[in-house]
């Protein structure tokens, strides 16, 4: 036990600073700092509208160092992932990121994230809460050493048409070869820093992961080498604009983790948060395989996450989502007016059958306050696809050098 | 490869009762033991040459009837003579004997104590018997209960309003106090008290004055033999007879048993087990696989962390088993004479529990790893009853000695043989000379029972019998009514509800739970 206290010590700090806190103090002009899992992280820099279109028509800079970091290590390494996650990392070569989730044995969902294969017995799982304890008691039975990283490894996301732009000009030769989902090491500092064509954005982009002490001097590189390019430092703000746009989901925005839920109704499982197409029921035992197959057989699903487009241009954060203007079947979990696709757009979590088989006369009821009057908006919304926002860049390889 | 419809793992008495009632249902059931004959801890041994004892069961006082029924045990060999077998409460003065069904009668206390033993005993049987169909059934499952259930849990609640307004309260009130407070409110007689107390905490890691602690007490009255509540007796060739009498009824159900076979692995397929691996690299296939061993063996070992959710190996792990009860076995050259007794009552369940007091300061030290300096005990000298355990002239005793905790600080080969002094000494107070009688001895601690008869912790009951270990939570939530994470995979031990003790009932329940859901 305490040598899993030990493990944690992030615990004694309530308030932490990234590695990259010197450069992003310097350019806070807003001052305007929020909590992300325990980090002083900026919701924006200086201009968060301005910030977002870094993210669309430049170079973005975020720091990712806060996004909670494991390295799970050993022969059985690929088994451990495969009995923890919901996808098959059997098929996941190395080299490669999948986007996943992990559930407990309710079929509830934990947490989703990211795992990278860096080698055939090396993986990295980043997510948006800590597990440490969870990781460990999965690891009973396998051989495998699971390492939090977390305060160890710095991160930071490029993001935006130029990002390409950026990182040949820092002169990592070699990165034209990654497709979106690949990894790759490249030198830095006399060491290494991984990059993966990822991020969070649904525009083309990469994250960079580097040992904590060599993080000011990526930073400065990247900045160096990106100011012909329109490199900027952003904040949350900015970057929530562009994951809703892109339709990722937030875990404890989106949907409530089944470790932090405390209401009973308010846990998830992965077919009700959009993630279904995640669980591999073919692949072999994985924690919560029998609970979701179990809901999917008896038919006792209860939710289902959808994306709305909503008349008007009312951001409709929070509403609650109606069915013929008069019964309640959801709410609006995340919500914007997006420049880009140039709609007003919206994620929304629906009781089942709605957004399922009912899936017309949905309604949300929007509350804007216009200076000191709330003005009440009972405003049509349809059910369309996610991502709302498709950009071909995100996609292509080699980039191009915008 | 050969296929069966069932098979069972373990040939202790529980899986005998399982695979028996399988059989006789019309499956093809194969019965799987590792060692090189069934009874598992309800086995009879020969310690020393021409001594014989009960390997861990001593005294039956909870076989069900439905089993001797179901398994026409009586025809098969089964006596159930000497079941008013007497008590014992060894004191610092006269001894209190309860003869009867745990103290019908009682003499050696005042009348004034006698009568409010009475009360009180009649107060504890009609609790019990509340209790009793509870521990008989399977355990009420809260999510989508069948009516039949149903009804059975009314039955409870209804005996549980018959039994009068103040009755009930006062049945409320108790329900999850410590023993001693219960005793305390009742009786002054040291040596009674002690007696009742040590009953209560038998086997479980608990003093007296532990909360709850009643609740042991409740499970011991809460067992019969034949058709009476709270009788006890020393099964004739010891427990093995009764092992022996289960062992003829499943051959003759059609129970192929293989002893000496080991199973290495549960073979799990989807979700679903599909048969077993045995050590030897044989697999054999079924489409039910009933285990009748203990639980974290049977998921972490047999089934492994791989084909079981985190959240099965967190709750598995968290079942508490460490055994706190030794058990003695000693060849006299003589019947030893216990002061005060009268020679016919050293047939009976013969207790050193001086006081309530005495009990709760021998289980003190067991909370931080030490066993007990002036141990609490419960002895039987079964070759008085069947003199054929014990050549003649000479004498077998066979004790249950607590408290003995499992993880004993510095290890248990450093540890016996200062405990068994102090047993010694402990033996020798009430029965002097018996130290010079002594012909052969055998001492299995905790750690010798983990080993010797496979049960992790040498948990009597292959986990702690207390109210967060029993009904649906035993062994734990997801696995309480014999069936499992594991489509096709049931549990049949004492690890699941109600407990351990020779019953039975747990591997009836699991038989029937595998009719109820398998054609």
Redesign the interface.
């Known amino acids: 036990m305490t040598d899993r206290r030990k493990a944690q010590s992030h615990i004694d700090q309530l308030r932490l600073e990234t590695p990259f806190h010197p450069r992003l103090q310097a350019l806070a002009q807003q001052n305007d700092w929020y909590d992300w899992a325990g980090y002083k992280a900026p919701a924006s820099l200086w201009d968060e509208e301005l910030e977002y279109f870094a993210i669309r028509s430049q170079a973005a800079l975020f720091d990712i160092s806060p996004m909670v970091k494991y390295r799970i290590e050993g022969r059985d390494a690929e088994?451990y992932c495969n009995?923890?996650t919901l996808r098959d990392v059997a098929k996941l070569r190395v080299g490669r990121v999948h986007y996943t989730a992990w559930c407990?044995?309710?079929g509830h969902v934990l947490d989703d994230g990211t795992l990278f294969r860096l080698a055939g017995d090396r993986f990295r799982l980043c997510c948006q809460e800590r597990h440490l304890p969870?990781l460990l008691?999965?690891a009973?039975?396998?051989d495998v050493e699971i390492a939090e990283e977390t305060e160890t490894l710095a991160g930071l996301a490029v993001q935006g048409p130029t990002a390409f732009a950026v990182l040949c000009s820092a002169g990592f030769e070699g990165i034209e070869r990654l497709r979106p989902f690949d990894i790759a090491d490249f030198q830095h500092a006399g060491g290494v820093v991984t990059i993966s064509r990822t991020g969070f954005t649904g525009d083309l982009g990469y994250e960079l992961f580097v040992d904590a002490g060599s993080a000011l001097s990526l930073w400065d590189r990247l900045m160096d080498a990106g100011h012909q390019h329109g490199i900027r430092a952003i904040g949350y703000t900015a970057l929530n604009r562009a994951r809703i746009e892109a339709g990722f989901i937030v875990a404890n925005a989106d949907f409530i983790t089944a470790e932090h839920a405390i209401r009973a109704d308010r846990v998830r499982m992965p077919d009700e948060i959009g993630l279904g197409w995640m669980v591999d029921?073919e692949k072999?035992?994985f924690?919560?395989?029998?609970a979701i197959?179990a809901a999917r057989s008896g038919g006792t699903l209860q939710h289902v996450l959808v994306g709305l487009e909503i008349e008007g241009n009312v951001p409709a954060e929070h509403a609650i989502v109606y069915h013929r203007k008069k019964r309640e079947v959801g709410l609006v979990t995340a919500a914007i007016w997006s420049p880009t696709a140039k709609r007003n757009v919206a994620i929304a979590s629906l009781q089942r059958p709605h957004g399922d088989t009912v899936i017309d006369d949905l309604w949300v009821e929007i509350y804007a306050l216009l200076e000191l009057q709330y003005v009440k908006l009972m405003k049509r919304a349809r059910i369309i696809e996610r991502p709302f926002v498709k950009l071909a860049r995100r996609g292509a390889t080699p980039p191009g050098m915008s | 490869m050969t296929s069966s419809d069932a098979i069972v793992i373990g040939g202790g008495h529980n899986g005998l009762v399982a695979a028996t009632l399988l059989a006789r249902s019309g499956r093809k059931v194969v019965l799987l033991e590792a060692e090189g004959e069934v009874g598992g801890a309800a086995r009879t041994h020969e310690f020393h040459p021409g001594f014989r004892v009960s390997s861990i069961a001593h005294i039956l006082n909870r076989l069900h009837p439905d089993v001797v029924k179901a398994m026409d045990l009586q025809r098969h060999g089964l006596t159930l003579e000497g079941r008013a077998m007497a008590s014992v409460a060894l004191g610092d003065a006269e001894p209190v004997v309860l003869r009867g069904a745990y103290g019908e009668m009682l003499d050696g206390v005042p009348a004034s104590e006698a009568t409010a033993w009475k009360e009180l005993r009649a107060q504890l049987i009609r609790y019990a018997g509340v209790l009793t169909p509870l521990l008989a059934r399977r355990p009420p499952d809260l999510a989508g209960m069948p009516l039949s259930e149903k009804l059975a849990l009314g039955g409870i609640g209804l005996s549980l309003r018959r039994l009068g307004r103040e009755d009930m309260r006062d049945f409320l009130r108790m329900l999850l106090m410590n023993v001693s407070d219960v005793l305390d409110e009742h009786l002054t007689s040291d040596a009674l008290r002690g007696l009742v107390a040590f009953d209560a905490v038998l086997g479980s890691h608990l003093g007296p004055r532990s909360p709850t602690s009643l609740v042991g007490l409740y499970y011991r009255l809460a067992g019969e033999v034949g058709g009476v509540p709270g009788g006890q007796m020393l099964p004739q060739g010891g427990m093995g007879g009764v092992v022996s009498a289960m062992a003829a009824s499943a051959a003759e159900a059609g129970v192929a048993i293989r002893t000496g076979t080991q199973v290495a692995r549960i073979l799990?397929e989807?979700?679903r087990s599909v048969g077993v691996g045995l050590a030897n690299g044989e697999e054999l296939r079924a489409a039910t696989i009933v285990s009748a061993i203990n639980p974290r063996t049977t998921f972490?070992d047999l089934v492994?962390?791989?084909?079981?959710?985190?959240?099965?190996?967190?709750k598995v792990?968290n079942v508490r088993m460490k055994g706190n009860v030794a058990k003695l076995h000693l060849a006299l050259d003589r019947v030893p004479d216990f002061s005060g007794v009268a020679p016919e009552d050293h047939k009976g369940r013969l207790v050193i529990a001086p006081s309530a007091s005495h009990v709760e300061r021998a289980f003190n030290p067991a909370k931080y790893g030490a066993f007990s300096p002036e141990p609490v005990m419960e002895i039987v000298l079964p070759s008085l009853s069947d003199a054929a355990l014990a050549p003649d002239g000479a004498c077998v005793l066979s004790a249950n000695v607590q408290f003995a905790p499992y993880a004993l600080k510095g290890g248990w080969n450093e540890g016996r043989p200062a405990f068994q002094k102090a047993i010694m000494a402990q033996l020798e107070r009430h029965a002097p000379g018996i130290g010079s009688s002594v012909i052969a001895s055998e001492l299995l601690t905790p750690a010798d029972i983990e080993t010797r008869f496979q049960m992790p912790g040498g948990h009597w009951h292959h986990g702690e019998l207390q109210p967060d270990q029993m009904l649906m939570s035993r062994p734990f939530f997801?696995a309480g009514g014999y069936d499992t994470?594991i489509d096709g995979l049931f549990l049949a031990g004492a690890g699941s509800h109600p407990g351990g003790g020779v019953s039975g009932v747990p591997g009836m329940n699991a038989a029937r739970r595998v009719m109820a859901v398998t054609q």
């Not at chain 1, 924690?287 to 029998?290: T, Y």
């Not at chain 2, 492994?304 to 967190?314: A, H, N």
């Open positions: 088994a009995r923890l407990d044995e309710e969870w008691d999965s009973i039975g396998f029921a072999g035992h924690n919560g395989r029998r197959l | 799990v989807k979700g972490l492994g962390s791989r084909d079981l959710d985190t959240g099965i190996v967190r792990q997801g994470p």
